[in-house]
């Protein structure tokens, strides 16, 4: 048997998505410099490219 094509009204749905909250990202402390950034991500710093406490790239020896 054939069910309603909207037994739940839009507006009675959107009310109960309203409760899904964005999170802010984490973000670590560099070791080398001090400087926050995202987890489980390379960041550049005073143009040296890090991951994982490493120097990946050096723009600066170029």
């Known amino acids: 048997m054939p069910h309603p094509k909207h037994r ?8 109960r998505r309203t409760h899904y909250k964005a999170e802010a990202p984490t973000t670590s402390v560099d070791t080398l410099s001090g400087e926050a950034h995202l987890r489980h991500r390379a ?20």
């Open 43 to 62: 960041h550049w710093s005073e143009d040296k490219l890090i991951y994982r406490g490493k120097v990946l790239v050096d723009k600066s020896a170029a």
């Open 8 to 15: 739940i009204s839009k507006q009675r749905r959107d009310k």
